[in-house]
């Protein structure tokens, strides 16, 4: 049975850190690309991070370079969201992803909220 499972999501102060997991189970993670996702209601959901199978490239959306550090531990089947420097409008619910080929699995995500 495949599981993404999100955790570490909270409230924090503006210009806080916090660091979000992703544990993955039921499927051969080490071929997977993995990414972190987000959403805010009525809006469509934001490519934030990708990280490749290997580790060896990452990607991030615009608004959260240089903030944001997507990594991963093969030996641990979980990546991470490293997100530092929060924004208000970082708040979403963040949501892990795994591809590769023609699948795609996702986790129900957690709740990130950036507030004073």
């Known amino acids: 049975q495949v599981q993404l499972v999100e955790s570490g999501g909270g409230l924090v102060q503006p210009g806080g850190s916090l660091r979000l997991s992703c544990a993955a189970s039921g499927f051969s993670f080490t071929n997977y690309a993995m990414s972190w996702y987000r959403q805010v209601a009525e809006k469509e959901r934001e490519l934030v991070a990708t990280i490749t199978a290997t580790g060896g490239n990452t990607n991030y959306a615009d608004s959260v370079k240089g903030r944001f550090t997507i990594s991963r531990d093969n030996a641990k089947n979980t990546v991470y969201l490293h997100m530092n420097i929060l924004k208000v409008e970082d708040t979403a619910v963040y949501y892990c992803?795994?591809?590769?080929?023609?699948?795609?699995?996702w986790g129900k995500g957690t709740l990130v909220t950036v507030s004073s």
């Open positions: 992803n795994a591809k590769y080929l023609w699948k795609d699995y």
